[in-house]
């Protein structure tokens, strides 16, 4: 269970942000401070390094900080810095209740403070990561059973929120931070929280996992020398990706429900978290054992010289060089994180209901 629904292979649990009355909505509107900025990071070392930036967003805002000392101010915080120390939640949320921005620079990965801004009507913005972190190339990943690629701070609010509330912004280039900072300055934003983490929408979402999940149910194999059954998938009119056949029988209890299956073949390098939001759509693990086979391919109008059934998690796949396509040998070993640039991952992509990512339009 996760705290944000960043990678399907794992039930996206979350939890439950204050939600604000209207009446509240409107004192927060008319007490925001229109030049006022957060700084997202409690300790000193998240700021140090980041003078450049602080002295950019110092030219048009005031800006506020809650890192923590004990008796002498930390020296990675600028003097022009409002530091008010580590505060109390309900303090802290009093001060996201003035500001106008809530700025992150890189760490902590994730958290659930920039949701609360945004409930609390704050713009979040943040950095973009090129290359993206992982374990390859950070030590906070390292040694973590994940080979997940975050392509900034926050990806929930990237890909799930979005503008006008998240901005997402390449901090190495000056001008398109500035710009951004500008840009964030002129634009009104209500407060703001997602369904999924209010009370109702946690509900919901757990009362589906409890009456529809089952971590003991898994397709087996075919046995040697038997028939495989029908193909349930036809290309799509416009030959990009498969979809569930409409006269094609639903999988006896599969959840969520076959048809909201889409399978797409992604490009080199992509994960098929990557590949399924570049369609507007979530990767669904449970859908794979539905593409673990040849027909699969050939349905997609891939060219395998050769298939090979192996143990990674990065298969079913395709490899170029070679025209090779590999299945999954073993069921628990699929998953939607990982990619390479040898493979072309076959990806099980699925919809979702808006503010509601862990369920498909027709999994209530």
Same mark, same amino acid.
């Given at each position: 269970?996760?705290?944000?629904?960043?990678?399907? %292979?794992?039930?996206?649990?979350?939890?439950? *942000?204050?939600?604000?009355?209207?009446?509240?909505?409107?004192?927060?509107?008319?007490?925001?401070? *229109? $030049?006022?900025?957060?700084?997202?990071?409690?300790?000193?070392?998240?700021?140090?390094?980041?003078?450049?930036?602080?002295?950019?967003?110092?030219?048009?805002?005031?800006?506020?900080?809650?890192?923590?000392?004990?008796?002498?101010?930390?020296?990675?915080?600028?003097?022009?810095?409002?530091?008010?120390?580590?505060?109390?939640? +309900?303090?802290?949320?009093?001060?996201?209740?003035?500001?106008?921005?809530?700025?992150?620079?890189?760490?902590?990965?994730? #958290?659930?403070?920039?949701?609360?801004?945004?409930?609390?009507?704050?713009?979040?913005?943040?950095?973009?990561?090129?290359?993206?972190?992982?374990?390859?190339?950070?030590?906070?990943?390292?040694?973590?059973?994940?080979?997940?690629?975050?392509?900034?701070?926050?990806?929930?609010?990237?890909?799930?929120?979005?503008?006008?509330?998240?901005?997402?912004?390449?901090? $190495? $280039? *000056?001008?398109?931070?500035?710009?951004?900072?500008?840009?964030?300055?002129?634009?009104?934003?209500? +407060?703001?929280?997602?369904?999924?983490?209010?009370?109702?929408?946690?509900?919901?979402?757990?009362?589906?996992?409890?009456?529809?999940?089952?971590?003991?149910?898994?397709?087996?194999?075919? +046995?040697?020398?038997?028939?495989?059954?029908?193909?349930?998938?036809?290309?799509?009119?416009?030959?990009?990706?498969?979809?569930?056949?409409?006269?094609? *029988?639903?999988?006896?209890?599969?959840?969520?429900? !076959?048809?909201?299956?889409? !399978?797409?073949?992604?490009?080199?390098?992509?994960?098929?978290? %990557?590949?399924?939001?570049?369609?507007?759509?979530?990767?669904?693990?449970?859908?794979?054992?539905?593409?673990?086979?040849?027909? !699969?391919?050939?349905?997609?109008?891939?060219?395998? %010289?050769?298939?090979?059934?192996?143990?990674?998690?990065?298969? +079913? !796949?395709?490899?170029?060089? #070679?025209?090779?396509?590999?299945?999954?040998?073993?069921?628990?070993?699929?998953?939607?994180?990982?990619?390479?640039?040898?493979?072309?991952?076959?990806?099980?992509?699925? %919809?979702?209901?808006?503010?509601?990512?862990?369920?498909?339009?027709?999994?209530?």
């Amino acid at each position: 269970m996760t705290m944000f629904p960043h990678t399907p %292979d794992n039930s996206f649990m979350g939890f439950v *942000s204050e939600e604000l009355n209207e009446t509240e909505k409107q004192l927060i509107r008319g007490g925001k401070a *229109s $030049n006022m900025a957060v700084v997202y990071g409690k300790e000193a070392s998240i700021w140090k390094g980041k003078d450049k930036f602080l002295g950019v967003l110092n030219k048009y805002m005031e800006i506020h900080g809650t890192v923590y000392y004990e008796s002498q101010r930390p020296p990675e915080v600028p003097a022009f810095v409002k530091n008010h120390g580590l505060l109390p939640q +309900p303090e802290f949320q009093q001060l996201l209740r003035k500001a106008k921005l809530f700025i992150g620079f890189g760490f902590p990965y994730e #958290g659930p403070a920039p949701l609360e801004a945004i409930a609390n009507g704050c713009v979040f913005l943040q950095a973009r990561f090129s290359p993206p972190h992982s374990s390859l190339n950070h030590e906070f990943f390292r040694g973590k059973p994940t080979s997940r690629e975050l392509f900034s701070q926050h990806p929930y609010a990237e890909n799930f929120i979005g503008k006008p509330h998240v901005w997402t912004v390449d901090y $190495n $280039n *000056s001008e398109e931070f500035e710009a951004a900072i500008k840009a964030i300055m002129r634009t009104q934003v209500d +407060p703001y929280l997602p369904y999924e983490y209010s009370c109702e929408g946690m509900l919901e979402r757990i009362h589906a996992y409890i009456q529809h999940q089952d971590f003991c149910a898994a397709p087996g194999p075919v +046995p040697p020398g038997a028939r495989a059954p029908q193909s349930p998938f036809v290309l799509a009119p416009n030959a990009t990706h498969l979809e569930w056949a409409q006269n094609a *029988s639903s999988a006896p209890g599969a959840w969520p429900p !076959a048809h909201s299956l889409r !399978a797409w073949l992604a490009t080199a390098g992509r994960a098929c978290t %990557d590949a399924c939001l570049d369609h507007g759509l979530i990767c669904e693990p449970s859908f794979f054992p539905f593409l673990n086979s040849r027909e !699969a391919f050939q349905k997609l109008q891939v060219p395998c %010289d050769s298939t090979e059934s192996e143990m990674n998690h990065l298969y +079913p !796949a395709f490899a170029q060089p #070679g025209r090779e396509c590999f299945l999954q040998k073993e069921p628990l070993l699929f998953s939607c994180a990982g990619s390479s640039t040898k493979y072309h991952r076959l990806c099980p992509c699925r %919809d979702f209901r808006k503010g509601q990512v862990a369920l498909c339009q027709d999994c209530l």
